[in-house]
């Protein structure tokens, strides 16, 4: 009989992409979590046998006790949910589903200019001369606006972590030397979520560290 894990399993391929701002969640929920890449070998298939989608199912969250879930934004707010990462009341979960599609129109912008898929350099250049500073001074802004050291108040949610994600790797790190250094109260709240305990032990893990990301040749610079 094949034992059951102990660990949830991120289904995604072996790279940041859509998959990393669940397991950042992961991480700051303290799930304990391991990657399960693709075989190359009918995964397809594989994928809509676990996940039960018949379109896309990766990312996909399979838990401890079989239960899986698919598609990356229900995902992550599961997450959010089985460990207090939403807040409660109305003005908090407001802004964490506004936020939470803040972050997502900054992948769906970066998503546009990748040199490798096709994006001219004129597009690559226009999204970090325009487009991304746009995205980076809207989050400054809401930083500045709000009471606390995070986004909702003094405590971190997964409005934060979707931020994370969006601001870092699909931003600043695509650009060469960063993209922080007009956005000083951006730059000291990534500092606050990249030593936030669950998210500083995954950021150095080997886990992390094997993954493909996102740099600056996939803005051909």
């Known amino acids: 009989m094949k034992a059951m894990s102990t660990k949830a399993k991120v289904h ?18 303290n799930i304990p979590f391991e990657d399960a890449y693709p075989t190359g070998n009918d995964d397809k298939n594989k994928w809509r046998a676990i996940g039960g989608n018949t379109t896309t199912n990766i990312p996909m ?20 949910r089985m460990a207090n990462l939403i807040p409660t009341d109305d003005e908090g979960l407001y802004l964490t589903d506004k936020l939470i599609a803040d972050a997502n129109d900054v992948r769906t912008a970066s998503y546009k200019c990748f040199i490798w898929w096709g994006a001219t350099q004129a597009a690559c250049d226009e999204y970090i001369d325009t487009t991304l500073p746009k995205h980076l001074a809207n989050f400054e802004r809401q930083l500045k606006q709000s009471t606390g050291e995070y986004f909702i108040r003094n405590e971190l949610t997964l409005a934060d972590v979707a931020c994370y994600d969006a601001v870092m790797n699909y931003g600043s790190n695509r650009v060469p030397g960063g993209a922080l250094g007009d956005f000083p109260t951006l730059k000291a709240w990534v500092g606050r979520v990249e030593e936030y305990e669950g998210i500083k032990k995954y950021l150095a893990s080997e886990a992390f560290e094997a993954l493909g990301k996102f740099g600056p040749k996939s803005l051909g610079k």
């Open 12 to 29: 995604y391929f072996k790279a940041t992409g859509r998959g990393n701002q669940i397991r950042l969640a992961l991480a700051a929920a």
């Open 61 to 80: 969250l399979e838990m401890p006790n079989g239960k899986v879930y698919t598609q990356s934004l229900a995902i992550f707010r599961v997450i959010g």
